[in-house]
């Protein structure tokens, strides 16, 4: 009897890291027949100590591995997608004031969403296999997302963005491992990365601090701190700063004093105290349902990377927005990021926060 892995053909998103290189690596074990596919959004090799990018000697990398694997190895040049969906959409958000996610953006627009659906339809695949850390799940009737079993690294938060219709074009095997044991498999199987650095920052930074990078697009335009009313000194242009902020503000007013409120269109930016930051209410656009909110039960959100969950006493349809009303009040709301909805560990969705 014929295997019927045997007549799956599945892409292996492939960075070069440790984790996608083992996650083609289980995919071929199985029995799969594996294509490995790598987005190349630089062609300027990386000079930062850190590993920040998808440069050349990632995608180098990543034709290692399959070639040891034994599957073939496809590079995408997608710089330009990647500018235009990613890179120009991060430096506009923070010109408004805003602090973009990135990497759940690009998630959607990019190397998950997007990249499944092209590859169905040019290299004709029944799944789209990456290495993030997180699970597919069956909950209510539902394929949906769901956390992966190393809590430290699970990454479901990431994938609040993409589509409900993308969820069965997608694989995360890396769901039902920890990253130790992720690491002993690459050394058993002597993978040539198996003891490389992980990426530490957003990858088209390169090494750069945020500010720094945006100072090379956007004008440096000085303005007023307000704090009650008051004007208590300069800033160097609201892109240089997100709310919640305290650190490197420059003012002096002798007690900690926050960022809570950022104005582009006056070019000023408001400070308060930490009390201000509280806040039970999140407003968001629009919100992107992997399960339809009639089967929503009891919803938690995390506002921001491995911040802690909240739970969401109501959730309000206005005019052009949702308000999502919580339990407790939190303070690091932040405009621009991912509010993500959890039942338990299946991912419900998520939105981006407005205010």
Request: hydrophobic content about 35%; some cysteine; glycine content about 8%.
């Amino acid at each position: 009897c014929m295997n019927i892995f045997n007549l799956m053909r599945v892409a292996v998103g492939m960075s070069g890291g440790v984790d996608s290189s083992v996650t083609a690596l289980l995919m071929k074990e199985k029995g799969y027949e594996v294509i490995g596919v790598t987005l190349r959004f630089h062609k300027q090799e990386c000079e930062s100590e850190e590993r920040v990018c998808c440069s050349p000697q990632d995608v180098r990398d990543a034709a290692r591995v399959s070639q040891i694997l034994g599957i073939p190895h496809i590079t995408l040049d997608w710089e330009e997608i990647f500018k235009k969906r990613v890179i120009e959409k991060f430096i506009e958000g923070y010109s408004q004031g805003i602090t973009p996610n990135p990497c759940a953006i690009c998630n959607r627009d990019v190397k998950t969403g997007l990249l499944a659906n092209y590859l169905k339809k040019v290299a004709n695949i029944d799944k789209l296999v990456t290495g993030h850390y997180a699970r597919i799940a069956h909950y209510k009737g539902y394929k949906l997302i769901a956390r992966g079993k190393d809590t430290k690294k699970d990454q479901s938060y990431f994938l609040a963005l993409i589509k409900a219709q993308d969820i069965d074009l997608l694989e995360f095997p890396l769901g039902d491992f920890t990253k130790e044991e992720v690491r002993k498999i690459a050394q058993e199987y002597k993978l040539p990365v198996a003891q490389k650095q992980e990426s530490q920052d957003v990858c088209f930074l390169k090494g750069k601090s945020t500010s720094e990078f945006l100072k090379l697009f956007l004008e440096e335009k000085e303005g007023f701190f307000i704090y009650k009313n008051q004007v208590v000194g300069k800033h160097k242009g609201v892109f240089n700063y997100t709310t919640g902020q305290r650190k490197g503000l420059g003012v002096a007013l002798g007690k900690p004093v926050y960022v809570i409120d950022i104005d582009p269109v006056n070019n000023v930016v408001y400070l308060g105290d930490k009390e201000d930051l509280l806040s039970h209410t999140i407003t968001l656009k629009d919100i992107n349902t992997h399960l339809p909110m009639e089967h929503w039960g009891e919803v938690y959100v995390q506002v921001r990377y491995k911040s802690k969950l909240v739970k969401v006493k109501d959730i309000l349809k206005e005019k052009d927005s949702y308000k999502v009303i919580l339990e407790s009040p939190i303070s690091n709301i932040t405009p621009g990021q991912v509010c993500a909805f959890y039942e338990g560990d299946y991912l419900l969705g998520g939105g981006v926060i407005q205010k």
